[in-house]
């Protein structure tokens, strides 16, 4: 009798084991969920979005700002708080790279969020999670669609400068380069256009553009793509040199409202960066998605808020790896 309950209890413990070790050790992104934090720190979710509001309401522009963080994060080794780690013996900062120098910010939010969820909940919430949250919250407070993050991920221990510079589209980056990059990290050119779409919010700065307005072809021509009555307004605060940091709209139509007046623009040849204007220049398909969403604001939306998960599920920390940073700025203990 108590032989065949031990063997009972033995063959149930056979039987469960590997699920929570498949559990424990998945990495794949498969694991994170919306509920994740509904019992170990139920106010967190509260806490991101009322700290996004008031910055947001401070300066319209920190919605964009925080919804390139978290692509920026998650392009390089998955969505992992790399993006927020300072420099320090062990590390150097992602913050340096060529996409991120003097154009990556919202930092001090994060910041602040995370000090306000650490007095909540002490070591419960992750940086990585904060990160998503918050693009998420910004995408709805710009007039973007709402949707449930799957949360779960832990913080990085390390940061990559290579894999920040070598990952991210740079501007000039050919639309099969930009492609490309996006496949890496298993995403198709449905998401390519449909994330493309944030740049109907936020800033650019001259120097990310000016080769187009001045010599695109190296014969010192402007982009035939671009509209000659755009490109002439463009010029007269982004010289030929000089005015650098200079910023302009990615949408001049509608700048802190998240609609698809984005890809009508790119329509009308007055797509800001040359990465916006090769959706349609280079690639019928790609075309035809910003012809869809030029028309059809709700198909934009809707496809946006499901490449925004598809993007926040890339190769997160799951498990006891990683683990849950206190500063965002620093690993625990190093
Ligand atoms: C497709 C390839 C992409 C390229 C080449 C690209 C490039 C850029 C560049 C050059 C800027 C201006 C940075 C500056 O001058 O400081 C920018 C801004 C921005 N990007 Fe992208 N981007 C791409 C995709 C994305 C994606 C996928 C997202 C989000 C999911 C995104 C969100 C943003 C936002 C919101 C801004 C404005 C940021 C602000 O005002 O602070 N971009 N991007
Ligand atoms: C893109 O711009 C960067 C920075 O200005 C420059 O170093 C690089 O050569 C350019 N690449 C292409 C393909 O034009
Ligand atoms: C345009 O670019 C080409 C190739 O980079 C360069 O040789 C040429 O001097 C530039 N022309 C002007 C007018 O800036």
């Known amino acids: 009798m108590a032989k065949s309950l031990l063997f009972l209890l033995a063959l149930s413990f056979i039987a469960f084991a590997p699920l929570c070790f498949c559990y424990n050790n998945n990495n794949h992104g498969g694991y994170l969920y919306p509920q994740f934090y509904d019992h170990s720190c139920p106010k967190a979710q509260q806490i991101v979005q009322s700290i996004v509001a008031k910055a947001v309401a401070r300066e319209a522009r920190m919605a964009a700002s925080l919804l390139r963080l978290h692509f920026h994060d998650c ?50 919430v992750s940086c990585a999670d904060i990160v998503a949250l918050a693009a998420r919250d910004s995408t709805v407070l710009a007039g973007g669609p709402h949707w449930e993050v799957p949360v779960g991920r832990r913080d990085s221990r390390g940061a990559s400068l290579s894999g920040s510079n070598n990952e991210i589209p740079a501007p000039n980056n050919t639309f099969q380069t930009i492609l490309t990059k996006f496949k890496r990290q298993k995403l198709n050119i449905v998401d390519l256009v449909a994330l493309s779409g944030s740049h109907t919010i936020g800033n650019a700065r001259c120097t990310t553009f000016r080769q187009r307005l001045y010599n695109q072809t190296g014969r010192g021509l402007a982009d035939f793509t671009l509209d000659q009555s755009y490109a002439a307004s463009l010029r007269k605060n982004c010289p030929r040199s000089g005015g650098d940091q200079n910023l302009f709209f990615l949408d001049f139509v509608s700048p802190t409202k998240f609609d698809n007046s984005y ?23 790609a075309k035809q998605l910003v012809q869809q969403y030029a028309v059809n604001n709700e198909l934009f939306l809707e496809q946006f808020a499901k490449s925004m998960i598809k993007m926040g599920n890339l190769s997160p920390i799951t498990g006891s790896r990683g683990e849950i940073r206190k500063n965002c700025r620093k690993v625990n203990y190093s």
């Open 75 to 124: 392009f390089v080794k998955g969505c992992d708080g790399s993006i927020l780690l300072d420099s320090s013996k062990n590390i150097i900062t992602e913050k340096r790279s060529n996409p991120n120098l003097n154009s990556i910010r919202g930092f001090e939010v994060i910041d602040e969020i995370k000090s306000a969820i650490e007095k909540e909940c002490p070591s419960t």
């Open 263 to 285: 890809f009508k623009n790119l329509l009308a040849n007055k797509g800001l960066l040359n990465s916006d204007q090769v959706l349609v220049t280079k690639s019928e398909v």
